[in-house]
C-alpha cells in the first residue's frame, strides 16, 4: 500500500521520531501502524547499542521527595550532547524514570531498565522510544534512594540541573522541609566531604596536619610557632570540608551547626544532619 504524509503525521505524533524515520518504518512494514512503532522502538535500541562505546558527560540530574519528606531520590541520567540534554522528551523521560525508582525502589541501577511506569511501560522500553527520537547514547549511571521514618528528607538541584543534593534531618518538626532545602543548598554549593570533623580519618588529619607543618617551614617559619600555624591551618581545612563548621551560605554570621541550632530550638528538639548524597553531572562515581 502507498505510504500517505498523514499515515507519516500520525506515527510521528505517536512516538515523536523524525519525518523520514516515520516514512522508512512504514514502507519497512507495509504501512502496518503498531509494526512500524515496534520497528522504530528497535532502531531505537539498535542506536544504543551502536553508540555504547560513546562518551555520554551531558545530561542532569534529578531529584524527588515523596511521601511528606520519608523517601527521597536522587538520580543521573547522562547523553552526548547539551541540546539533548535540555530537550522536553530528555527530561520527561529522566523524570518518569525517578518516579519510577521512587515508588518502586529497586536495590541496584542494573535493576532500573526493568521497572515500570504508571503507564505500563518498563524503562527500557521508555528508553528505546527516547533513542528512536534524540539518536544519542542514554544511560542511567547511577542513583541514591534515602528512606527515613522519623526524619525529614529534603532536596535542592543547582545549575541548570546540573548539581542535585539529598538531605535527611532528624529532630526537624515541622520546620523540617524549610530548612532541609537550605542545607541541601548550602551543600550544593560548598561541597563538603563529610558532615563533622569525627567522620575523617585520623590518616588523613595527620597527612593534611604534617602538610601543613611542611609549610610553615618552607615559607620561613619561625621553628616555635610553626606547629600552631599548621594546626590553625587544619582548623581552616576542617571548616571548609566539615559541613557543619561551614559558615552558612545565606547568612556568614553563622556556621551550618549554629543554623540548625537556632531551628532546633524553635522547634524544641535537637536538629542534626543525619546523611546526604550530592551529585555533580558527569563526575566519577565514588
Same mark, same amino acid.
Given at each position: 500500500?502507498?505510504?500517505?504524509?498523514?499515515?507519516?503525521?500520525?506515527?510521528?505524533?505517536?512516538?515523536?521520531?523524525?519525518?523520514?524515520?516515520?516514512?522508512?518504518?512504514? @514502507?519497512?512494514?507495509?504501512?502496518?501502524?503498531?509494526?512500524?512503532?515496534?520497528?522504530?522502538?528497535?532502531?531505537?535500541?539498535?542506536?544504543?547499542?551502536?553508540?555504547?562505546?560513546?562518551?555520554?558527560?551531558?545530561?542532569?540530574?534529578?531529584?524527588?521527595?515523596?511521601?511528606?519528606?520519608?523517601?527521597?531520590?536522587?538520580?543521573?541520567?547522562?547523553? @552526548?550532547?547539551?541540546?539533548?540534554?535540555?530537550?522536553?522528551?530528555?527530561? /520527561?523521560?529522566? /523524570?518518569?524514570?525517578?518516579?519510577?525508582?521512587?515508588?518502586?525502589?529497586?536495590?541496584?541501577?542494573?535493576?532500573?531498565?526493568?521497572?515500570?511506569?504508571?503507564?505500563?511501560?518498563?524503562?527500557?522500553?521508555?528508553?528505546?522510544?527516547?533513542?528512536?527520537?534524540?539518536?544519542?547514547?542514554?544511560?542511567?549511571?547511577?542513583?541514591?534512594?534515602?528512606?527515613?521514618?522519623?526524619?525529614?528528607?529534603?532536596?535542592?538541584?543547582?545549575? /541548570?540541573?546540573?548539581?542535585?543534593?539529598?538531605? @535527611?534531618?532528624?529532630?526537624?518538626?515541622?520546620?523540617?522541609?524549610?530548612?532541609?532545602?537550605?542545607?541541601?543548598?548550602?551543600?550544593?554549593?560548598?561541597?563538603?566531604?563529610?558532615?563533622?570533623?569525627?567522620?575523617?580519618?585520623?590518616?588523613?588529619?595527620?597527612?593534611?596536619?604534617?602538610?601543613?607543618?611542611?609549610?610553615?617551614?618552607?615559607?620561613?617559619?619561625?621553628?616555635?610557632?610553626?606547629?600552631?600555624?599548621? @594546626? /590553625?591551618?587544619?582548623?581552616?581545612?576542617?571548616?571548609?570540608?566539615?559541613?557543619?563548621?561551614?559558615?552558612?551560605?545565606?547568612?556568614?554570621?553563622?556556621?551550618?551547626?549554629?543554623?540548625?541550632?537556632?531551628?532546633?530550638?524553635?522547634?524544641?528538639?535537637?536538629?542534626?544532619?543525619?546523611?546526604?548524597?550530592?551529585?555533580?553531572?558527569?563526575?566519577?562515581?565514588?
Amino acid at each position: 500500500m502507498g505510504i500517505t504524509i498523514d499515515m507519516i503525521k500520525r506515527l510521528r505524533e505517536k512516538t515523536g521520531a523524525g519525518m523520514m524515520d516515520c516514512k522508512r518504518a512504514l @514502507e519497512a512494514t507495509t504501512g502496518d501502524m503498531d509494526a512500524a512503532i515496534e520497528h522504530l522502538r528497535k532502531k531505537g535500541a539498535a542506536v544504543g547499542q551502536k553508540r555504547a562505546d560513546r562518551s555520554a558527560k551531558e545530561g542532569v540530574i534529578v531529584t524527588r521527595v515523596g511521601n511528606k519528606g520519608k523517601i527521597g531520590v536522587i538520580l543521573e541520567v547522562n547523553c @552526548e550532547t547539551d541540546f539533548v540534554g535540555r530537550s522536553e522528551d530528555f527530561i /520527561g523521560f529522566a /523524570g518518569a524514570v525517578a518516579e519510577a525508582v521512587e515508588r518502586q525502589r529497586p536495590a541496584a541501577v542494573d535493576a532500573i531498565l526493568d521497572l515500570t511506569i504508571p503507564q505500563g511501560k518498563k524503562v527500557s522500553e521508555l528508553l528505546n522510544d527516547l533513542l528512536a527520537k534524540v539518536g544519542e547514547k542514554v544511560e542511567i549511571p547511577r542513583f541514591d534512594l534515602f528512606e527515613s521514618t522519623d526524619g525529614q528528607i529534603s532536596a535542592y538541584t543547582h545549575l /541548570g540541573n546540573k548539581i542535585g543534593v539529598l538531605v @535527611e534531618l532528624s529532630g526537624s518538626g515541622g520546620d523540617g522541609a524549610g530548612v532541609g532545602r537550605d542545607v541541601a543548598m548550602q551543600i550544593a554549593a560548598m561541597n563538603p566531604l563529610v558532615i563533622s570533623r569525627d567522620q575523617i580519618a585520623k590518616p588523613h588529619i595527620d597527612r593534611e596536619l604534617d602538610i601543613y607543618r611542611t609549610q610553615a617551614k618552607n615559607e620561613g617559619k619561625p621553628a616555635q610557632i610553626q606547629e600552631k600555624i599548621a @594546626e /590553625g591551618r587544619l582548623e581552616k581545612f576542617f571548616q571548609e570540608v566539615c559541613l557543619l563548621e561551614q559558615t552558612f551560605i545565606k547568612d556568614s554570621g553563622k556556621s551550618i551547626k549554629e543554623y540548625l541550632d537556632d531551628a532546633g530550638a524553635k522547634t524544641g528538639q535537637h536538629m542534626t544532619v543525619r546523611r546526604f548524597q550530592r551529585f555533580h553531572l558527569g563526575e566519577e562515581s565514588t
